[in-house]
């Protein structure tokens, strides 16, 4: 069975950092992605960032282009995303999703259907 723990949200005055966290378990083979997504009250669901366990390859959603850095740690089965610069827009709960077989691409990003693996969601605040 599939998991995926995210852990790392909190409240931070815009301008300040937080590192997120993604603890994946169970996937049956090593070549999976993962990307983080972010929902704020009464918007849809969108794709933030993504990464390849294989090759790192990684995408990112324009709007945090140069503020947000996504990173994995293999023998950890961890995938971070690192938000600098933070603006009260990216307050949102933001989801680690899993793809089993696929590899991360920006496209991928637009949609929630290409993934099938969804942690519980953790909570950012950015206060202005």
């Known amino acids: 069975e599939v998991q995926l723990v995210e852990s790392g949200g909190g409240l931070v005055q815009a301008g300040g950092s937080l590192r997120l966290s993604c603890a994946a378990s169970g996937f049956r083979f090593d070549d999976y992605s993962i990307a983080w997504f972010r929902q704020a009250p009464g918007k849809e669901r969108e794709g933030v960032s993504c990464i390849s366990r294989s090759n790192n390859r990684t995408a990112y959603l324009d709007a945090v282009k140069g503020r947000f850095t996504i990173s994995s740690d293999n023998a950890k089965n961890t995938v971070y995303l690192q938000m600098n610069k933070l603006k009260p827009e990216d307050a949102a709960v933001y989801y680690c999703?899993?793809?089993?077989?696929?590899?991360?691409?920006?496209?991928?990003?637009?949609?929630?259907?290409?993934?099938?693996?969804w942690g519980q969601g953790t909570q950012v605040t950015v206060s202005s």
């Open positions: 999703a899993g793809d089993g077989l696929g590899t991360c691409a920006t496209h991928k990003l637009g949609t929630v259907l290409r993934w099938d693996y």
